[in-house]
């Protein structure tokens, strides 16, 4: 199954979802399939291998002009995804700079910084969604 079960409804989740990411945070593509429930036509072991995937088939889908900001959505190793030399790359940066997410040399988003801890919980409950899975790594512990 290399497509969600149902991508109309697949998608408009995920947009629905990526329009929740506020300026100045991104997410990645498994932490907003994180939150996409499995269904009948799909298990949660193909939801967790697969997901990520979807959701990145659905930004490449967004539909022009609905106010996605597709922008926000990254990779989980805080890296864009596009190739790096690639004129979607350039866009993709140059917008999040303009929310005032900064770079290092490497080219990486510092998800510390700029993860997203995704939406209220009133949102998942009132959209039947699970909580997301964090971006950012726990505090070592002082031992």
Avoid: C, H
Avoid at 73 to 88: E, K, L, T
Avoid at 115 to 140: H, I, S, T, V
């Amino acid at each position: 199954m290399f497509n969600p079960p149902n991508p109309q409804v697949f998608f408009a989740t995920v947009w629905d979802i990526v329009r929740q990411i506020p300026p100045g945070r991104v997410s990645s593509y498994g932490q907003i399939a994180s939150m996409i429930p499995p269904t009948d036509y799909a298990d949660p072991e193909t939801m967790r291998r697969l997901a990520p995937r979807w959701v990145g088939t659905a930004m490449r889908k967004s539909p022009q002009g609905a106010a996605i900001p597709w922008q926000r959505v990254i990779n989980s190793q805080g890296r864009i995804s596009f190739p790096p030399d690639s004129p979607q790359a350039a866009e993709q940066q140059r917008l999040l700079e303009s929310e005032g997410i900064r770079f290092d040399r490497s080219g990486k988003v510092d998800l510390q910084r700029y993860g997203w801890q995704g939406p209220p919980e009133a949102y998942l409950q009132d959209q039947f969604l699970l909580p997301p899975r964090p971006l950012q790594k726990p505090p070592r512990s002082l031992m």
